[in-house]
């Protein structure tokens, strides 16, 4: 499972290998540059200790601040004329990082009390998730491109008075233009119905439509989300890695919940969820949500401000038909 191979500690060992990287790259350009150009070393050094000065007067204050100021300056601009006569770029000694804002640490403002994880953090967990659940081999088999609609029967279902491939024709041009015009926070779909009717794989579909496009895309299950809650609030072994992931709940642009309803519906998972579908409508993030469950049933098992919000901002889509996993296990189409 996912929880046992993806760890806070396997992540930040890779971030702590990047920074050793980045700073032996650094020293080795320094030692190249001072060899070429020795004056270089000597103004660093010089600017170092005006640093210290600086530093100081900039407490107490003084008339002399504005002088050394003016000479920091002047060996800074020397410094940069010197390089430039080399033609050794500005950010020569800076471009040595795999990710300049985080400074290969995968986190920002690391000086505060709740340092904030790095977007490329975030994206990690997100790339490990799909390398550790087969979900990118799933995306290459369940796509737009290999959509059939001849597991659909053309019979009408009276009570819907169109029949499964007319419904599904619908829903199908309804998520090409979700990702054809995707945009975070312009649109959010819920698809209901009962098993085996083909949500899951639209959800594939438009996971692999997103990421082409190239936004951030979080398919993960109801249970599983759900798992990541518990382990924040309730084990501390692995309550930093289950934070991070769910950090990239709310902050992918796209989040597919797959399956809700499947998970043991606790307090803590109704709060959960709440947050989820809340937070991301509010930092206006586009959601995806399948569930097995009726209309009905989700005002059943969760509250109304949940079900609420979902009801006034996604767009809900009813699947109904048989169910074409049988279908396709023993090779039967429809006509």
């Excluded at 006569?85 to 804002?101: H, L, N, Q």
């Excluded at 737009?144 to 009570?159: E, H, M, R």
């Excluded at 249970?223 to 309550?239: E, G, I, S, T, Y």
Aim: net charge neutral; proline share 2%.
């Amino acid at each position: 499972m996912m929880a046992a191979n993806i760890t806070y500690r396997d992540i930040m060992r890779d971030y702590e290998y990047a920074q050793n990287a980045a700073m032996a790259l650094y020293e080795q350009r320094r030692q190249a540059v001072y060899k070429t150009l020795p004056r270089v070393h000597t103004i660093e050094k010089e600017m170092a200790k005006i640093g210290l000065s600086l530093a100081k007067l900039a407490l107490t204050g003084g008339e002399a601040l504005g002088k050394i100021r003016a000479e920091y300056e002047a060996l800074a601009q020397e410094k940069a004329d010197l390089l430039a006569a080399e033609g050794i770029p500005e950010d020569y000694f800076t471009d040595v990082y795999r990710c300049k804002t985080c400074a290969d640490t995968g986190y920002v403002k690391r000086d505060t009390a709740n340092p904030i994880p790095c977007t490329c953090l975030k994206q990690r967990i997100i790339d490990k998730y799909y390398y550790l659940s087969s979900l990118k081999n799933v995306l290459e088999r369940e796509n737009f491109g290999t959509f059939k609609l001849n597991y659909f029967s053309q019979a009408i279902v009276p009570d819907e008075g169109l029949s499964p491939r007319g419904n599904i024709k619908l829903i199908r041009a309804a998520s090409e233009r979700f990702v054809k015009t995707f945009k975070p926070g312009a649109e959010n779909l819920l698809f209901h119905g009962a098993t085996g009717l083909g949500k899951t794989f639209l959800c594939h579909c438009i996971a692999k439509a997103v990421l082409d496009s190239g936004f951030t895309v979080l398919y993960i299950t109801a249970p599983r989300l759900f798992k990541l809650v518990q382990a924040q609030h309730f084990n501390r072994d692995n309550a930093d890695n289950a934070a991070v992931q769910l950090d990239a709940v709310q902050d992918v642009d796209l989040l597919i919940l797959d399956d809700l309803g499947s998970e043991f519906s606790t307090v803590v998972t109704d709060s959960a969820l709440f947050e989820v579908v809340n937070q991301r409508l509010l930092d206006e993030r586009s959601t995806v949500i399948s569930t097995n469950l009726t209309i009905d049933d989700l005002e059943a098992q969760y509250t109304e401000r949940i079900v609420s919000r979902m009801k006034g901002h996604y767009k809900m889509w009813k699947f109904f038909g048989d169910d074409i996993r049988g279908k396709k296990k023993h090779g039967q189409v429809a006509e």
